[in-house]
């Protein structure tokens, strides 16, 4: 009788125990569940101020170089490799580069012709936004990109025409990718398509100052 109450009580422990382990384990998991969305939501706010900051940065350009120097520094702060290249005529020439190491401090070197410039040359020919992944072309044209990497080009459209070309990759210079999840494409085409309107209301503006003064000329003239 003895043994059986000693068999019950050790029962009695064991199932307390476990029972105290698992409560332990539930408090840990929730824990660590309300930490990393507390770090997914600090994350998220945190580029969400980022962009804001950059859309406000192109909102306050007052000249195509300033937009486009604005685009290259909000791009750079937002992936790990990001080029602004202007498009002349059928030329591809950059603009500013970020991440691309030598390269950043030359960017004018860059100078090919739309068919050589790889997933830029199809988004300044299609003037839509394109991948590496949506044909044959494997990087800018400029700067190889990993095949298992992908390459993001968005063209900067005013009045139906591009202007300029924004490109990003999320490859580091020791080959690494950004810490998934990033919406660095997303924050790309948003930035692209904001200083497309940027420039438009800057063309706006000037044609509008421009008439201004002719009607002053005019003015001046008849009186």
Known sequence: R??????????????????????RAVAATQESVAAARVAEREFEMAGMTRLVESIRGLD??????????????????????????????????????????????QPKSIDMSVAEAGVIGQAAASTRAATTRDGQFDGPGFETLPADRIGLAMPVVVGGRVVAVLYGDAVTEDGRELPVPSPWP????????????????????????????????????AG
Do not use: Y
Request: aromatic share 4%; proline share 0%.
């Open 2 to 23: 003895m043994f059986d109450e000693q068999v019950q009580q050790f029962d009695a422990q064991l199932r307390a125990s476990v029972g105290e382990a698992e409560a």
């Open 60 to 105: 306050g350009a007052t000249s195509l170089s300033e937009v486009l120097d604005a685009l290259a520094l909000a791009a750079g702060r937002e992936t790990a490799r990001a080029a602004v290249v202007v498009l002349k005529v059928d030329r591809i020439v950059g603009w500013r580069l970020s991440g691309f190491g030598t390269r950043d401090s």
């Open 186 to 221: 997303e924050s790309l085409e948003v930035l692209a398509r904001h200083a497309g309107k940027c420039l438009e209301a800057l063309t706006v503006q000037k044609q509008g100052s421009a008439a201004g003064v002719a009607v002053a000329k005019r003015a001046g003239a």
